[in-house]
């Protein structure tokens, strides 16, 4: 359940209530793939760093180790040993971007596993089922994602096709909560408006599946490649026709910049690889801005990461350090670096909330936005 604490010129402070704990909002989820985040990061750094969610991705699971597997395990929270809420992705996205190996139809889609190219159909009620088996707290509906640009005739069927689905994943789900060896019977189910950088697409579609009364929203299909302003312009948009009562996701985003702009017109919950990834090659977001620490100037430099910044890897760790792990390929590096990339994220997240609770949030991000978007 949603609670909606302030309302500022549209940017929203909020609690999100589930059955694993209450999320502080607005909130950036961190993404463990495959139930684990890379770079060496536990469930209990997670809590070190500051997480409220952990997303892990249903095609992943379903394909290793297997989701049943998992539900023999006692789901995906004792498999992961992090207790505190999870959100599955329904697979969607993995399934579409396998773009040549897939075939899509009414029931479902057949595709080949990336692993093995063992052939696997996936529709509504098998994304449901593996959900159910992971007892994930929030499942998400099984929906086309359809890649920018696309013709506005494809985006409509789809768009159609996407509600046709949300309602069979709202009866499966509906089934499964009722069986008693379901091990999540509380699961959530947020619906996912898509219609690429169609506005009318965007709108309608997003008051259909409004009318279902589900547990939460997510705005899908964006952060695919079109410019910023066009993905600001489509949630500006969408987020007046998202049910006011219920908590609003953004897919997928993305950049620090990003967040901010789109916590300004009303969104809640943020995923994205971006923090680990980048962390991984080297690219570090602090509070004076963007460094590559593989560059030859910090060989011997000694300050930490970010001298503002409280993260264990900077109150630890010196620049030279972790640049020669880095050059090094010592497995460290991956570790020290991703820490640092999700103690920033989940840190700004906790800024935002703390600028929206004191009434300056506007100023906050017109600050923060050009700080954090600039590169040393």
């Not at 297997?66 to 969607?92: A, N, V």
């Not at 479902?108 to 529709?123: E, L, N, P, Q």
């Not at 695919?224 to 007046?240: C, F, H, R, S």
């Not at 950049?255 to 943020?270: H, K, Q, S, W, Y």
Request: hydrophobic content about 35%; aromatic content about 8%; proline content about 3%.
């Amino acid at each position: 359940m949603y609670k909606l604490i302030s309302d500022k010129n549209g940017a929203r402070r909020g609690e999100f209530q589930t059955n694993r704990g209450t999320v502080q909002t607005p909130a950036f989820m961190n993404v463990a793939t495959c139930g684990a985040i890379k770079g060496a990061v536990s469930a209990e750094d997670l809590k070190t760093l500051g997480c409220q969610v952990m997303l892990s991705n249903t095609y992943h699971l379903h394909v290793r180790p297997g989701d049943k597997l998992i539900k023999d395990c006692g789901g995906l929270h004792k498999f992961t040993t992090w207790d505190g809420p999870i959100l599955t992705d329904s697979g969607g996205f993995q399934v579409f971007s396998l773009s040549s190996l897939r075939k899509i139809e009414e029931e479902g889609v057949t595709f080949a596993s990336h692993v093995d190219g063992k052939r696997i159909f996936m529709g509504p009620e098998e994304s449901m089922q593996i959900q159910s088996n992971l007892a994930s707290t929030i499942a998400m509906a099984f929906d086309e994602c359809v890649e920018n640009p696309a013709a506005y005739s494809y985006s409509k069927a789809s768009c159609e096709r996407t509600t046709r689905w949300l309602k069979r994943c709202k009866a499966e789900m509906d089934r499964l909560n009722s069986l008693e060896d379901t091990i999540n019977r509380e699961q959530m189910l947020f619906g996912i408006n898509q219609g690429c950088t169609y506005e009318d697409l965007r709108i309608n579609h997003m008051k259909e599946i409004a009318d279902l009364n589900l547990d939460g929203y997510a705005i899908g299909g964006l952060a695919v490649g079109e410019p910023a302003e066009v993905m600001y312009d489509i949630i500006e948009k969408v987020t007046p026709h998202m049910p006011q009562n219920k908590i609003r996701y953004l897919m997928g985003v993305g950049t620090p910049a990003n967040i901010l702009n789109a916590v300004e017109r009303g969104v809640d919950l943020f995923d994205c690889v971006m923090p680990s990834r980048n962390a991984r090659h080297g690219h570090l977001f602090t509070s004076e801005g963007i460094i590559n620490i593989n560059n030859k100037k910090y060989e011997n430099d000694m300050r930490p990461i970010d001298e503002k910044c409280g993260c264990p890897v900077c109150r630890q760790f010196s620049r030279a350090y972790i640049r020669h792990l880095l050059k090094s390929e010592e497995m460290l590096s991956q570790r020290l670096l991703v820490m640092h990339n999700l103690w920033f994220y989940n840190h700004l997240m906790e800024d935002i909330r703390n600028a929206l609770d004191e009434g300056r949030f506007a100023e906050f991000k017109k600050e923060k936005e050009i700080i954090y978007s600039k590169r040393i």
